[in-house]
């Protein structure tokens, strides 16, 4: 089993790879929980988000069976890139936090990038 602090160092040590060379381009973090995904675009310089989405959206929620599968991660990948591209934003930084680039956090990414957002 993982522990919390291994998972927070991990989540600390990407987010500084990020920082030290994308200052200039707002941050794409993702949080996944056991049942939800969510996902926010983040201005770090001014310290705002900018746009986010989750499984818990009014838009979403009744279309989805759960939002704990590649479906429902999905669908918020193409609702946050709609909602980035409606706030002038066209690239970011992909910041996975402590998670692995697979299954759920992978659909997100691919629906971001496919509703017009390039990292």
Known sequence: MVSKVSVKRRAARVRRQ????????????IYRSGKNIYAQVIDDKVGRTLASASTLDKDLKGGLKTGADVSAA???????????????????????????????VKALAEAAREGGLSF
């Not at 910041?95 to 692995?100: A, H, K, L, Q, V």
């Open 74 to 104: 999905s669908a918020v990948g193409k609702l946050i890139a709609e909602r980035a591209s409606k706030a002038g934003v066209k690239e970011v930084v992909f910041d996975r936090g402590p998670y692995i680039f697979h299954g759920r």
């Open 18 to 29: 990020i920082r030290a060379g994308n200052a200039e381009r707002p941050r794409l973090s």
